[in-house]
């Protein structure tokens, strides 16, 4: 708690007068004796893009994995927009308002996109079991809300034109952006995306860019991305933390990410990027 | 095949003549009408149970097949339908309700007690004469919960509480027991059955039952249950089960140091071959039936042998040969009063005529009680040598 | 080293590799690049046996292994390291590394510390299990498992992916160290610009088909492949 | 007879018939381990050395020894050309297929057996003879003592063969990653076949030793016998040697221990209560590991 | 540019469907009467029934939520035995148009209950040890059923000798209404939010959980309903058979009903219906091979598997809208489809 600084967040200045979309305080885990992830403090405004980079093993995906309560935290509090998420699990955790993709990615493959976009949807829909059953009207007015919402996002991708596909026979990239569009369809307040643009090349990464842009924009959600790619982090994050050995090194703009002394040694090489 | 006018010229027409039966003129929804009457064997042939099965068929077979290469019965030859059952009761409604869409007019079978509990309630609404050689639960012919007999079933067999109670007369008139053990198969109720009268009866006539062991369908190992039986020194060790266990049983206890006398009922029949002469000797069982006491036994059991290539029967399909002749016995005097066959009639003529039965089978002259269970006194067998040989009537 | 004639493979009826040829000659770095989905995955697993072409042939090192099983493959000197890793997650670091001498009648401790001094990170976590290591680590374990059959012709299908950025440096250096120790490359990527920067050769693969070929410099330099591939 | 004996003879009651399930549910371990597959026809494949046994020396009159090898050598070959005719073909296919055709050939094993050697039991005569002795007050069996001992032996050097053999090596990559396993060099399909190869051999070695205690052949005797020590198997650990081994005298020892207690008409009941129970405090068995899925 | 729900509008499906559904059930009434199917076959013909409730019910588990549970028969077991209880005390006093589905429902809830005691600690567990444990429970009940015959004081189940005339009330006409009932919900809760989420279990259990599914609920319901419907399957197979008897109901039963749902196709509605039936009537067929049918039977297994191993039908399911859609489009667009096509 003491550790705590609100002079600590990203970009401070602004939504300030709100609660923050989530606040992490002096989070960490453990598994056995490896310590993943350690006094993690870090704050995510409304609507705005963050990073976190950092070696490979560093603990981003674990500090993913606490946020969306796949793992609870040994040490440390998460603050939802001001709620303490300390007793939920990943299904409260996603109805409190995190969505994730996975690193690997996680599909209903043998499902079809549309399906996978309406398991989304699924507590947007709130029609009960005898409606199904018995084949109410409530039941038919909310399959056709969630249908008509379900290809709306898709189209967002692009993909709505693939809805009858099943899942699994997509390519790699348009995978990737289904897992995208699934996490969007629980109604996120925050949405955290795991290596977006691996296995993507070049000009399909730029794409992907443009449309996390407009997803925060269109959805006015908060978004928290991993990701190796530094075109595409220094492209559009507005602030980027670095994690190295599960402990924050840094944090701060594109711009002093990458001139950080510590990074270069530690995360983009001499090179730079 | 043969003619089908009822000419009786072919000797040796094969088992279960389905050729013959096509060579009919009827068409075959009809009953045992033209040259052939059709009965139906049914019983495990395969799963578990199948040995059973398989004896009973073969038994009955035997003996259907010596008439019919007698000239049949009223010059018509008996065809049988022969199914298997797995000894699952749906199996077995199943294959009788087929069997009557085939048209037989009676039934040998089915073999284990809980199908042929399922069977008799079908055969019930065709007045189908059943007669089984193996069922022995007392719910086969008497219905308790509506307390009716079940008046177109008999059997060859004895029921289980018959068994029990003679034995435990016997332990303490013959045996002079005064403590008895009893291990007996759980979930089975041939077995359970006969354990049930037979610790009741103890009780009436003072024998201390000092221990009752389970043991699982399908467990060869007993002897844990064996080593506690040990420790109450029974006089008697009472084992209603069939010969396979019983054999590994007496094994067993030999072993585990059980000195005390082993009884059982007809299950027994058999156990020769499973256990040593020394383990078994002194033995004694209960049975309707006395392998090789007989001058018709000895010929059944040649015939027997001959037919299925070196087999030696047991006492399933001795009461199946059994039950094949009261139910021949009975189609024949229903053929002898002119019904047509198939019909009501002529079934309710059958089951009338096997409720008087006189017929004179292996074990002796049948006569069936009100419940239509045989009225035959049970035979002790005695295990000597390795033999199982007679020792006397009770 | 490695001739590929004009092979033809099929998922089921999916015709995925149409006519494909291209050769690897001792010694060096051959980059196959191409798009999602172009087959380049499927050209690896089918060098290395783990598909059978339906017509065409593989020569490698004067023998053909078009019908060869695919450990026999491994046998004969090439090194495949799959997409997606495909570690042993239930093993330790160690027990991988020592899986990857499979062929060899003992594991030499000379190669392993090699190992280890190639990626450091695997010596730190040399006892952990396989499948908790993060993604680049298990990326360096899977080329690390590779090195210890110590093959003449190793094949890489997206070595970089997932990895940080000094990582992919590192991981282009060792293959080029590689290379200069006498060991012959061919190299899948998405990173094409990094592939084509190490390449001696490459080759670019479009739906089953290859439609351009020629040295790195001359391929990084093509507008086609700028566009397409570059991002710009 | 004091209680004290009546103690230590049911111990040994209990190892006796805990160390052939033990044998078997190693034979069940591996496979599963290998390929993820209950084979639900390992018990058939005792049963089938079993008849081996009793055609070696009752119909050809050959002594013990030959009927041993016979049976052993029987079950080794079985195991492995049903894994090649049956099982190889669905390398690719869905996991419950490979199970539905196990129980395919489980079916076809029985019935095949019942229909070559009839239905009814066949007495086998003894295979392993020896002399009773003391131990203080107490009978032991010779035939027990044997049973435990070979048992014991298969299981230690088995335990050898898995964890220092190069055989043993390939036969855990090939259960983690069949492609990966390839990769390295290792053939799949020997290594395949050899698990079964060994897995079935022990099931001879069972059958031997069953055949011993319980000197009967029948074509459903493996059935009871392999759901038995399937469970066995799962109560220590599927998959790890000394969890069969541990699961295999657990169960032998609780039902010695349940009927001694003259509960016996709940020994299957207790026994997969106990299943139940570890289960849920310990989902992968006594000795199972964890397998961690990363997210 | 999606099918979804164009084509046959929702009430005319429903319409098409239970049309030829009471076809079905008048055309085979009509020929039992008339005797073209016999007894025989009518018996045959409800055992199908029978078994499909049980395959799709297990499907609902196996093919749907992708779990393996190896205990079916004991849901059906207990379900049997509830409701042959209560029908033999009631037979007497209530109509029959009553006491049976009253019995039916008994049956099936008593069955939904243990489904529910079993389920929670189940599923906590997955893959090959959930079949386990459920084996393990299924195994037990047989146990018991086996080995009490007294409940509280009253003579009710009978233990080892079975429990003994069950009113035979199960028609041919009440299977295929239960049938038609089971196929109809299963199949409405799979096109619902709910199927979706159990569906979505099947596929992957984290990303359901991270797309806010309960997923506990939903495997426990998916459970529950499953053993919900093998009771009412067992109820209706204690009214059709009569006799009750523990050993029935093993652990050879529940491997019965899973090879049927496998060699169907796990997921599909129409390969578990059409393997549950083939399944039922092809030992009727083999009848003849006496001891030769099961080895028969058991080669067939075997090479099916071998080369269909996704099952008959894989995980296709029958639709009618899919298979009538374009006739009715013609149908009803007539004219106008003409006109589209002209610009
Ligand atoms: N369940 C677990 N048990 C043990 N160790 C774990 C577990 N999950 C992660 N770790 C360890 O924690 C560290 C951080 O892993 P994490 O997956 O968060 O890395 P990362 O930063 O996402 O790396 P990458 O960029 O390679 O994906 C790694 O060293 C990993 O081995
Ligand atoms: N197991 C499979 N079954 C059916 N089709 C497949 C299978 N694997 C790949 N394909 C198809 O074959 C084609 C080539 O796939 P491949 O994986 O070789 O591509 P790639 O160039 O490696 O792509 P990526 O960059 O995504 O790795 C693709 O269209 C893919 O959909
Ligand atoms: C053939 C026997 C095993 C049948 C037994 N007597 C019974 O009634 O079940
Ligand atoms: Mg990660
Ligand atoms: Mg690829």
Redesign the pocket.
């Known amino acids: 708690m003491a550790k705590h600084d609100p002079h600590e967040t990203l970009l401070p200045d602004r939504d300030m007068d709100k609660s923050p979309a989530i606040e992490c305080i002096g989070l960490g885990i453990d598994f056995g004796g490896l310590t993943a992830v350690d006094d993690f403090n870090f704050t995510l405004g409304r609507t705005e893009i963050a990073g976190l980079i950092g070696p490979n093993g560093a603990g981003k995906t674990t500090v993913f994995n606490l946020l969306t309560k796949v793992y609870q935290p040994t040490r440390g509090r998460m603050l939802l927009e001001g709620r303490d998420t300390k007793n939920m699990n990943t299904t409260q955790a996603n109805r409190a308002g995190i969505a994730r993709t996975f690193q690997n990615i996680r599909l209903f493959k043998d499902l079809t996109v549309l399906d996978n976009v309406l398991i989304g949807l699924h507590n947007e829909m709130d029609y009960h079991l005898a409606s199904a059953i018995f084949r109410l009207p409530g039941y038919w007015r909310a399959e056709k809300i969630a249908r008509g919402r379900a290809l709306d996002l898709l189209s967002i991708f692009d993909m709505a034109d693939m809805a009858d596909n099943q899942a699994g026979s997509l390519?790699?990239g348009a995978q990737r952006r289904l897992e995208i569009v699934r996490a969007l369809a629980t109604n996120p307040t925050l949405l955290l995306l795991d290596e977006p643009a691996a296995?993507m090349n070049p000009s399909e990464t730029s794409e992907l860019m443009e449309n996390i842009r407009k997803i925060r924009d269109t959805f006015q959600i908060s978004i928290l991305l991993i990701e190796h790619d530094m075109n595409l982090v220094m492209g559009i994050c507005e602030g980027i933390a670095v994690l190295n050995y599960g402990k924050i090194i840094a944090k701060g703009t594109p711009e002093e990410i990458k001139s950080d002394p510590d990074v270069i040694e530690a995360y983009l090489g001499k090179k730079g990027h | 095949g043969c003619g089908s006018g009822g000419t009786n010229t072919t000797p040796s027409a094969s088992p279960s003549a389905s050729a013959d039966g096509s060579a009919s003129p009827s068409a075959s929804g009809g009953a045992a009408n033209g040259g052939t009457i059709k009965i139906g064997i049914l019983g495990p042939l395969t799963g578990e149970a199948a040995q059973y099965g398989i004896a009973v068929s073969h038994g009955a077979q035997l003996y259907i097949d010596q008439i019919n290469d007698a000239g049949g019965i009223n010059g018509k030859k008996i065809e049988t339908v022969v199914y298997d059952d797995k000894g699952d009761p749906t199996e077995s409604v199943n294959a009788f309700s087929r069997m009557v869409d085939e048209g037989i007019t009676g039934l040998i079978g089915p073999v284990t007690s809980k199908p042929t509990l399922a069977v008799v309630d079908e055969a019930l609404t065709y007045n189908m004469p059943l007669i089984t050689a193996s069922a022995t639960a007392a719910a086969v012919t008497y219905n308790a919960d509506t307390q009716t007999v079940n008046t177109n079933v008999f059997r060859t067999c004895f029921i289980d509480p018959f068994q029990g109670e003679k034995m435990a007369q016997f332990a303490n008139d013959v045996l002079k027991a005064k403590t008895a053990a009893v291990i007996f198969q759980t979930g089975d109720d041939y077995s359970v059955g006969l354990k049930d009268a037979f610790v009741a009866k103890c009780e009436e006539l003072g024998i201390n039952v000092v221990d009752q062991e389970g043991y699982s369908k399908g467990d060869k190992d007993f002897k844990s249950q064996l080593t506690n039986i040990n420790s109450k020194s029974p006089d008697v060790v009472f084992s209603p089960n069939y010969y396979e266990d019983d054999g590994m049983l007496v094994t067993q206890a030999r072993q585990a140091g059980i000195k005390a006398t082993f009884m059982g009922g007809d299950g027994w029949n058999n156990v020769s071959k499973y256990a040593s002469p020394a383990d078994l000797e002194g033995s004694v069982y209960c049975s309707g039936y006395a392998s090789g006491s007989t001058d018709e036994i000895k010929a059944f059991e040649a015939a027997f042998t001959a037919k299925y290539s070196g087999e030696t029967p047991d006492m399933f399909s001795a009461q199946a040969y059994d039950a094949a002749i009261v139910l021949l016995d009975a189609i024949k005097a229903a053929e002898e009063k002119g019904l047509e066959a198939g019909s009501d009639d002529y079934k309710a003529a059958v089951i009338d005529a096997m409720k008087n039965t006189t017929s004179v089978g292996l074990g002796g002259k049948y006569s069936f009680d009100e419940y239509n269970n045989p009225i035959k006194s049970a035979v002790i067998m005695k295990l000597a040598d390795g033999k199982e040989t007679f020792s006397q009537m009770f | 080293m490695l001739t590929v004639n004009d092979i033809n493979v099929y998922?089921?009826p999916?015709h995925?590799i149409k006519g494909v040829s291209f050769e690897v000659r001792p010694g060096e770095i051959v980059a196959l690049i191409?798009a999602?989905?172009?087959?380049?995955?499927?050209v690896l697993k089918t060098i290395s046996g783990l598909l059978r072409p339906k017509t065409g042939n593989i020569v490698f090192d004067g023998r053909d292994i078009t019908k060869l099983e695919a450990h026999k493959v491994v046998r004969a000197g090439l090194a495949h390291v799959p997409?997606g890793r495909r570690i042993f997650l239930q093993m330790t670091v160690i027990e991988n590394l020592e899986m990857g001498a499979f062929t060899k009648s003992t594991v030499s401790e000379e190669d392993l510390e090699d190992i280890f001094t190639k990626f450091p990170r695997l010596k730190e976590r040399r006892k952990q299990v396989a499948g908790t290591l993060s993604g680049g680590e298990q990326q360096m374990l899977a080329m690390g498992r590779a090195l210890m059959s110590k093959p003449k012709l190793m094949m890489l299908d997206?070595p970089s992916m997932g990895l940080a950025p000094i990582l992919v440096e590192q991981v282009f250096s060792i293959i080029t160290e590689l290379n200069k120790a006498g060991t012959t490359i061919l190299l899948v990527e998405?990173n094409a610009g990094m592939a084509l920067d190490v390449a001696h050769r490459a080759y670019v693969l479009e739906t089953g088909n290859i439609t351009l070929s020629g040295t790195g410099e001359e391929l990084a330099q093509s507008d086609e492949i700028r566009k397409a591939y570059l991002g710009g | 007879m004091s209680v004290f004996s009546t103690i230590v003879s049911q111990l040994f009651n209990g190892l006796q018939s805990g160390s052939i399930y033990a044998l078997v549910a190693l034979g069940y371990s591996m496979v599963y381990g290998i390929i993820m597959l209950l084979n639900f026809a390992h018990g058939d494949i005792i049963m089938v050395g079993a008849y081996i046994a009793w055609i070696m020396m009752t119909m050809l009159g050959l002594p013990p020894v030959i009927g041993i090898i016979a049976a052993i050598a029987g079950c080794t070959l079985l195991g492995v050309l049903i894994e090649k005719a049956a099982y190889s073909p669905l390398r690719k296919s869905p996991r419950l297929s490979l199970l539905i055709t196990a129980i395919g050939i489980s079916f076809f094993l029985e019935n095949i057996s019942q229909l070559i050697m009839g239905a009814g039991a066949k007495a086998m005569p003894s295979i392993i003879s020896g002399s009773n002795f003391r131990l203080g007050t107490t009978e032991i069996s010779f035939v027990s003592t044997v049973t435990i001992v070979v048992s014991v032996l298969s299981m230690v050097l088995l335990t050898f063969l898995v964890q220092k053999t190069k055989m043993g090596k390939g036969m855990r990559a090939v259960s983690e990653d069949m492609g990966a396993a390839q990769l390295m060099g290792i053939s799949v399909n020997k290594t395949i076949s050899f698990t079964f190869a060994v897995g079935s051999a022990l099931a001879g070695i069972g059958a031997v030793l069953y055949c011993s205690a319980y000197p009967q052949a029948s074509p459903t005797m493996g059935s009871m016998l392999g759901l038995k020590a399937f469970v066995a198997a799962v109560l220590g650990g599927i998959g790890s040697i000394p969890g069969a081994m541990i699961g295999g005298f657990a169960i032998g020892l609780l039902e010695a221990l349940v009927s001694a207690l003259g509960l016996s008409v709940w020994k299957d009941g207790v026994v997969f209560a106990i299943l139940i129970v570890v289960l849920l405090v310990k989902p992968t068995g006594i000795m199972g590991r964890v397998i961690k899925e990363k997210v | 540019m999606i099918k979804g729900y164009k084509g046959i509008p929702m009430p005319v499906r429903y319409l098409i469907n239970a049309g030829l559904f009471v076809v079905f059930l008048v055309v085979v009434s009509s020929l039992t009467d008339a005797k073209v199917i016999s007894t025989y076959n009518n018996k045959i013909i409800m055992l199908i029934g029978i078994n499909i409730i049980l395959a799709v019910s297990l499907n609902l588990a196996t093919g749907y939520l992708g779990q393996l549970p190896l205990g079916h028969a004991g849901f059906m077991a207990v379900g049997a035995y509830a409701s042959a209880i209560f029908m033999k005390a009631v037979i007497k006093t209530l109509p029959l148009g009553l006491s049976l589905p009253l019995g039916l429902l008994i049956g099936g809830l008593v069955a939904a209950v243990f489904g529910f005691i079993i389920g929670i600690p189940a599923l906590r567990l997955k893959g090959d040890y959930l079949a386990i444990i459920t084996l393990g429970f299924g195994e037990i009940i047989r146990v018991i059923l086996l080995n009490i015959d007294s409940v509280i004081g009253f003579k009710l189940t009978y233990g080892a000798a079975g429990l003994k005339s069950i009113p035979k009330t199960t028609t041919f006409l009440d299977t295929f209404i239960c049938v038609f009932l089971v196929c109809f919900v299963i199949h409405a809760i799979l096109k619902s939010r709910h199927g979706r989420a159990v569906l979505s279990i099947r596929e992957n259990e984290i990303a359901a959980e991270s797309c806010g599914i309960n997923t506990t609920y939903y495997k426990t319901m998916a459970f529950v309903m499953s053993a919900f419907f093998a009771g009412v399957a067992g109820s209706l197979y204690a009214g059709y058979i009569g006799i009750l008897d523990p050993t029935g109901f093993g652990f050879m039963k529940s491997i019965e009903i899973l090879v049927m749902v496998v060699l169907g196709g796990m997921g599909s509605m129409i390969g578990s219906v059409i393997s549950a039936t083939v399944l039922t009537a092809l030992p009727e067929f083999l009848r003849e091979f006496d001891a030769y049918r099961m080895v028969v039977y058991s080669l067939l297994l075997v090479v099916v598997m071998i080369f269909k191993p996704t099952g008959l039908m894989g995980t296709y399911d029958f639709s009618l809208s899919r298979l009538l859609g374009k006739p009715w489009e013609r149908l009803t667009s007539g004219g106008k489809s003409k006109k589209a096509g002209d610009r």
């Open positions: 390519p790699y296995g | 998922y089921g999916i995925a191409g999602n989905g172009a087959g380049k995955s499927t997409e997206e998405q």
